[in-house]
């Protein structure tokens, strides 16, 4: 019987699993699918990570080989090329991980509590149904990342890309280094869905047009990709009859959005937030299951991996006093997404099992400038965040003090964008 | 001269004012150094870091993610990849080691971001 075992090595699962055991608790296990720990952020080569973390440009993999050493210091066991079938909690409350691998072959092991860290996928061509054959040539911008940076085949020369979320962007320029011609990046919505900074260093640098109110209504060729229409779209995104301009290329790759991927969650009898297509969390990242915590883009998707890493490490020590059986369970405050605002993590929150602050994350549902987020309980505002500019590709992150919960006990805690008071 | 731009050093993309001439510049907009550094170097000798991978040999994958040890001049990018499309590099090779000196006479190395054994 392990203590604890985390389903995923990437940079949630590491980053857990490392907390877990400075918490104290030694006999954890993480299960991972891939060859190799360290998840997306090996084919994620660009640098710009871990800013908030290790206060310096790391590459993907130089961030996720931080983590790996300090599981590998701590002596952290694990298993690569291994599958997670099945999640199950007995009568007891022993949970038990159904998994797979060559070496071990079928395995049914035990823990006293599971972190899931599974991460998340990218949509796909018939996820968005777009009109046309499915040719060669159509690939998720993540897969022809790995394609490129792993695997070192290149998947195109003449490219156009929809949809212009940070994976997107980063490909942008990744394609065009390698000496292929990207002839322009598509977004269905006004506004792109990138950080600022990458609009700048991938597109502008590189003198690749972004097209805003823009979205592909057909993929030509049947064998291998050989065009693709670009219409512009009205504010209803609903396509302008007469706009359409037909694109030559050979490669199309889409960015259209990363689903949380929780299938084993979903067996297991998770609960799953439709506003975030992940499990409802508490403060330490406790899902609905006694036990059974959750972390990173499995829970809601990140746009930095600093907060995945803060995340999980939150999701460690809650799984650690669950195991010593010190982690508090009354719940005393929910989290209800107000006007503006798209979704909150974390759902749930037990004050008992604060430090003295707890971070909520959100999205706003669109661009805004001249507003706030304001935190209320019934009636009263309790706590307000300011930026400059709310956008929904930026997820906002908005502390509140423990004391001020303490002084409701319990309640709703509304979070609400409304305009800059003068 | 007066520029508006957005500060690439960290993810806040901070809108900058970078006004000035020669040796003088102010940078407004800023929230840290960085973005001091970076609204003045943009004006005066825009450097980019460059990732890219070059080909590995006798690893688990066939590519080794590297980068240049610090930023290199903007108009040297593409003269970077076609230099360092020619290294080949034999595992095992450890985060940090050289894979290629002075990168298109730029004094700067091209560093590997990833350890890889070999197999």
Not at chain 1, 135 to 160: D, H, L, S, W
Not at chain 1, 166 to 171: A, E, K, N, V
Not at chain 1, 297 to 315: C, G, I, K, M, P
Not at chain 2, 6 to 34: A, F, Q, R, Y
């Amino acid at each position: 019987m392990y203590d604890i075992i985390v389903i995923g090595g990437g940079p949630a699962g590491l980053a857990a699993a490392v907390e877990a055991k400075k918490e104290g608790v030694d006999n954890i296990l993480i299960l991972e699918r891939d060859r190799e720990l360290g998840g997306i952020l090996n084919q994620c080569i660009h640098n710009g990570f871990g800013l908030h973390t290790f206060k310096e440009q790391l590459t993907g993999p130089e961030y996720a080989g931080r983590y790996i050493d300090m599981a590998m210091d701590l002596k952290i066991p694990y298993k690569l090329n291994t599958m997670v079938l099945d999640l199950e909690r007995k009568d007891d409350d022993t949970k038990v991980v159904h998994a797979i691998n060559e070496e071990d072959g079928y395995m049914a092991l035990e823990a006293k509590a599971v972190i899931l860290t599974m991460g998340c996928r990218e949509r796909t061509a018939g996820a968005i149904g777009i009109p046309g054959f499915r040719p060669a040539g159509v690939f998720t911008a993540g897969t022809a990342q790995r394609f490129i940076n792993m695997e070192g085949y290149m998947t195109g020369k003449e490219v156009v890309i929809l949809g212009s979320g940070d994976i997107g962007l980063i490909m942008a320029r990744r394609m065009t280094l390698e000496g292929a011609h990207v002839k322009c990046v598509c977004e269905i919505m006004p506004y792109s869905n990138g950080l600022t900074r990458n609009i700048v260093q991938c597109l502008d640098d590189f003198n690749i047009p972004l097209k805003l109110s823009h979205t592909i209504t057909f993929i030509h060729g049947k064998d291998r990709v050989e065009a693709v229409d670009v219409t512009q779209v009205d504010e209803n995104l609903k396509p302008i009859p007469g706009t359409t301009e037909t694109i030559p290329c050979d490669t199309l790759l889409l960015s259209v959005g990363l689903i949380p991927e929780n299938e084993i969650s979903r067996g297991a009898g998770v609960e799953i937030d439709r506003r975030t297509q992940g499990p409802a969390i508490s403060e330490l990242c406790e899902t609905n299951l006694p036990g059974v915590f959750a972390a990173g883009n499995v829970v809601h998707v990140h746009d930095l991996v600093d907060f995945v890493s803060q995340e999980a490490a939150l999701a460690g020590k809650g799984a650690a006093r669950y195991v010593k059986g010190h982690l508090e369970e009354d719940i005393n405050f929910t989290t209800v997404n107000g006007d503006g605002i798209g979704n909150v993590v974390p759902e749930k929150i037990t004050v008992a099992n604060l430090d003295d602050s707890v971070n909520c994350y959100m999205r706003v549902r669109k661009v805004s400038t001249d507003t706030v987020i304001n935190c209320y309980i019934g009636d009263e505002k309790i706590a307000t965040k300011k930026a400059r500019k709310f956008v929904p590709a930026e997820m906002v992150n908005f502390k509140i003090k423990k004391s001020d919960l303490e002084k409701y006990h319990d309640g709703e805690l509304k979070f609400v964008v409304e305009p800059k008071e003068a | 001269m007066k520029k508006e731009m957005v500060c690439i050093s960290c993810p806040m993309g901070c809108h900058l004012t970078v006004e000035g001439e020669g040796d003088n510049w102010t940078v407004t907009g800023n929230s840290c150094k960085n973005g001091e550094r970076y609204g003045i170097q943009e004006m005066t000798d825009p450097r980019r870091i460059l990732p890219t991978t070059v080909v590995i040999k006798g690893a688990m994958i066939s590519r080794l993610p590297v980068k240049t040890a610090q930023e290199i001049p903007k108009g040297k990018l593409f003269d970077a990849m076609d230099e360092l499309s020619k290294v080949v590099v034999e595992a095992p090779v450890k985060v940090g080691d050289v894979v290629l000196k002075n990168v298109c006479d730029t004094g700067i190395d091209v560093v590997a971001t990833k350890t890889m054994p070999a197999v």
